[in-house]
């Protein structure tokens, strides 16, 4: 695997990367910094815009101008260019130690994001939810309960599976998923983790491979549609969190990663912590979809 570039974002919790084919750059958020990030490619200028709250999430729009998100509360339309932040629906409108996490657009334009509990205590045995949200007027629908990290949201090539993850299980799920309706099935363990390895972030190539982001390893691993290992990836960090195909051929591979958490000795190991590896991976992904709300 060809390292490309390294990006110095020096992200506190980098995450959540998509690529805009529209205006040629990876958007991505550095959560815990409450910042949105874009880096313009091939120049690699990076810009970062401060956010109302938290950013766990986000997606492509029809309108360019615009993004889909899922902030810490709730779910929301954000302008860039303006700082106009539409607010659509708030999953936690009253901080209870909860708060929205990874996420995706479908093949169909639905925004799929979970939550994560981050203080025990607050949430009071409460889990996280993974929702799924149509469109602007109804509001989001839970479609799962009962989750500590939501993570590696993504989307078989034909829409039909979601794959997803509770990380602290270390499995990788896979639900059937009807394209037509976005009702999920009982889901089958897709890829089972161990160690040090725990799935974050994840995004799919157009040979249906489901590339994750493995929190702790600091690899990326590729799994093939029938969870065998395609390839791995290994970073100069640990804490990778979450990859996203992108580039003017989508023959890149974008990963994030984070410095949260991180001792010192360990920053001092790991310098890169935070930033933004690029890879060419000798695949093609697929164009990020775009959220028809």
């Not at 490309?4 to 919790?13: E, N």
């Not at 920053?267 to 991976?281: H, M, Q, T």
């Amino acid at each position: 695997m060809e390292l490309v570039a390294t990006i110095p974002s020096q992200c506190v919790l980098g995450e959540g990367p998509v690529w805009d084919h529209r205006l040629s750059c990876l958007w991505f958020t550095d959560i815990q910094s409450a910042q949105l990030l874009r880096l313009d490619w091939p120049s690699a200028q990076l810009t970062r815009f401060d956010l109302p709250e938290r950013l766990g999430s986000l997606g492509l729009t029809d309108d360019p101008a615009l993004l889909v998100c899922a902030f810490a509360s709730g779910f929301a339309l954000y302008a860039p260019a303006t700082g106009i932040c539409q607010w659509l629906h708030k999953t936690q409108p009253h901080y209870r130690g909860i708060r929205m996490n990874d996420g995706r657009v479908d093949r169909k334009g639905r925004f799929w994001a979970g939550s994560m509990v981050e203080d025990r205590k607050l949430a009071a045995g409460e889990g996280g939810a993974l929702y799924r949200l149509d469109g602007r007027a109804a509001p989001p629908e839970a479609l799962r309960g009962g989750i500590a990290i939501s993570n590696a949201t993504s989307f078989a090539p034909d829409g039909s599976a979601l794959y997803f993850t509770d990380t602290p299980t270390q499995e990788i799920l896979r639900y059937p998923l009807d394209a037509a309706s976005g009702a999920i099935g009982e889901p089958q363990v897709f890829a089972q983790l161990s160690g040090e390895a725990y799935p974050d972030g994840a995004d799919v190539d157009a040979q249906g491979r489901v590339w994750n982001a493995e929190w702790g390893s600091g690899r990326v691993t590729a799994y093939n549609p029938d969870g065998s290992q395609f390839a791995r990836i290994q970073l100069p960090v640990s804490q990778v969190t979450c990859p996203a195909f992108g580039g003017a051929q989508l023959d890149l591979l974008f990963v994030t990663s984070a410095r949260e958490g991180l001792s010192g000795d360990q920053l001092a190991r790991e310098p890169k912590a935070g930033d933004v590896f690029v890879y060419r991976p000798g695949v093609t992904g697929l164009p990020a979809p775009v959220w028809r709300g």
